[in-house]
């Protein structure tokens, strides 16, 4: 078996195509879908993950704004900052870009964002709405997730779906996603004993463990389906997943790459958040 490679490029580029006609109706209505982009200090990093959310937010017809902060920024300028993006109208979206220097609360700055403007959906309030299977504005990368499942026919309801990772910004998201379209989920972390025996049983295999080459391809049901989050900068420069990608594609139905994988999707999920607060804005005016 060798698996078919899920072109997450592609499917990024579909969607927000698919979003242009939304952004074209609010704009009719005088409403142009606004996503603000800050950014503490000048992480090289970050500065390609911010570029690259400007560029599509162009490309979808949205208007930008990048707000870019010093490195030693107080905390509460920061917060003054964000509060001053709560209150504009022009602004439906915020997106505070991680990390965040260790010296500022990233929970405290995460918490100041309008839940109404929560476009990467970390705030505790979208939070619990998702845990509780009524979902506004669900995290950027899990949503990317189940999109690129649901576009690729991967079945989940009845299936068992294992999420490797448990953080609040992927592993806890996309296992609640996974458990709301009917699959039984196991979540598991670096506390798990025997992870090989875990992440063989599932039909669904959803990796967000930060550590290159975790998964090997004795590890994994053959003809599973496989998403990579991970994304690593090893010593060389080069980037990798959690998944050894060459192993795990003998044995896999279907993967995703590293780097062109789920990254170009939570760029577009980003925007799609962006667009439906603006469009509960325009609805929570009585516009039409």
Known sequence: ????IIDGRALASAFRASLIPRVEALAAKGTR??????QVGNHPASRIYVQNKVKACVETGLRSTQVELPD???????LEQIQVLNEDPQVHG??????LPSRLSADRVLQAVAPAKDADGFHPINMGLLAIGTPRFVPCTPLGVMRMLERENVRVEGRHAVVVGRSNIVGKPAAL??????ATVTVCNSKTPDLGDVTRRADVLVVAAGRPGLVASGMVKPGAAVIDVGINRLPDGTLA???D??????????ITPVPGGVGPMTIAMLLENTVLAAELSVASTGRT
């Open 94 to 99: 915020i997106l505070v870009q991680l990390p």
């Open 245 to 254: 990608f060459r192993g795990v594609s003998e044995v896999a139905s279907l």
């Open 1 to 4: 078996m060798h698996a078919r």
């Open 72 to 78: 030693d920024v107080s905390e509460a300028d920061l």
């Open 177 to 182: 996603l996974l458990l709301q379209k009917g």
């Open 33 to 38: 879908p606004g996503l603000a982009v800050l």
């Open 241 to 243: 997943g959690d998944v």
